[in-house]
């Protein structure tokens, strides 16, 4: 945390950009705090923006009205608090795996969340702030679940659920890319246990049970949103660039670029500006489609291999394959088929991130279990 905050404090005193003029200081709602409170869950249920997101606003401009510093600081702290989660549900994915790392590799992944490069937008960009705080209140919300799940039919087991009802609300009203929640949920449940730790687990018609709310409630607000953006020129199928298959092949190129950035961040822009694709048969589109899908083959080889194998090798490959589908997951309302003018964005990648990011640590961290005992832990302190 205190890397993160050295990383960012000369961000404080950044000013305003872009999308900040229209979004903050042309944005009357937020310069009256009171009466915008009473409609955000009026405004949230309609499906409709960013509610969540434009109180954050209004709380800032009621506590300093215009100064940056306040907004950067608040998108500071948000980013701390998420990377503070993401430390969380890591620990609790290598638990349910049944992996004897825990502290460790948790730490080692929340602070490469923490500290990665691409996540500078979502920081240092005040009002892409809805990234991190929806971020945020998803990881919190799987972690609830997971308390409410494990708490089962119990007064605990109740308020768990009810919480993580309510922070998936609040996420949804912070930026929709808290819809693919529920089903994060059941790839969690699904994919990282072990036969010796899925025994002990709720049976799947329960668990199904406590997500059918956060589903209905899920479509709903989907289906508003996209209602609420026909006829844009920004985002929805009324984007004029091409239909929603020339949105999807581009994609291909826009999410075989968040990889190698996750790896190698240089030529980071604000804005890139990529051409749509128009036909499968460019080098670009086929090569990305490749690289993605032996991605995604090695996840589903990791899964049906180690599935039904305990031992820390079996609940490391695991841990990798949620990772690994994780990343595709997450990205998928904003990099899949409903079109987007800016088919390439930064920030879209930093809750993503996360399962690379997890994958890649206990990938080390098989490399390094075949160190003797005494050296192992210097060297992956080391490398982190």
């Known amino acids: 945390m205190t890397l993160a905050v050295a990383a960012y404090a000369r961000v404080l005193r950044g000013e305003f ?3 900040d003029f229209p979004s903050i200081l042309a944005n009357q709602g937020i310069k009256q705090p009171a009466a915008y409170l009473r409609t955000v869950l009026a405004t949230l249920l309609q499906g409709g923006g960013r509610p969540v ?3 954050t606003f209004a709380l800032n401009y009621a506590a300093a009205r215009l100064d940056p ?12 608090a998420a990377a503070g989660l993401a430390y969380l549900f890591t620990r609790e994915v290598l638990r349910l795996a049944g992996a004897r790392e825990g502290a460790g590799l948790a730490v080692a992944v929340a602070g490469l969340f923490a500290l990665h490069p691409l996540q500078t937008e979502a920081v240092s960009y005040v009002v892409q702030r809805s990234e ?14 997971l308390a409410a799940e494990r708490r089962g039919w119990s007064a605990r087991g109740a308020v768990a659920w009810a919480a993580a009802l309510a922070v998936f609300l609040l996420g949804m009203g912070a930026k929709v890319i808290v819809a693919t929640m529920p089903a994060a949920y059941l790839l969690l449940t699904a994919v990282v246990p072990g036969p010796a730790v899925r025994r002990g687990l709720a049976p799947w018609g329960r ?5 059918a709310p956060f589903a209905a409630l899920d479509l709903l607000l989907v289906i ?12 929805g199928f009324s984007v004029p660039m091409g239909p929603g298959v020339s949105y999807f092949l581009t994609e291909w190129r826009a999410v075989a670029t968040y990889l190698r950035l996750l790896l190698w961040p240089s030529g980071q822009t604000v804005d890139w500006g990529i051409p749509w694709s128009r036909s499968l048969a460019e080098p670009a589109v086929l090569a990305s489609g490749a690289a993605l899908l032996g991605l995604l083959a090695v996840a589903a080889l990791l899964f049906l291999r180690y599935r039904s194998r305990d031992g820390a090798g079996a609940a490391r490959a695991r841990v990798a394959a949620f990772g690994i589908a994780w990343f595709f997951l997450v990205l998928a309302p904003t990099s899949s088929v409903v079109p987007i003018a800016d088919a390439l964005v930064e920030h879209r990648v930093y809750l993503a991130s996360w399962g690379v990011l997890a994958a890649a640590a206990v990938g ?8 003797p005992a005494g050296t192992r832990g210097r060297a992956g302190a080391a490398l982190a």
């Open 132 to 145: 991190a705080l929806a971020s945020a209140f998803y990881l919190a919300a799987l972690l609830l679940l």
């Open 224 to 235: 508003r949103l996209l209602r609420s953006v026909e006829g844009h020129a920004d985002a």
């Open 207 to 211: 668990r199904l049970a406590l997500l």
């Open 69 to 80: 510093w306040s907004f950067h600081a608040t998108n500071l702290a948000i980013h701390l």
């Open 364 to 371: 080390v961290s098989a490399l390094l279990a075949r160190l």
């Open 53 to 55: 997101t434009d109180l």
């Open 17 to 19: 950009q872009l999308d």
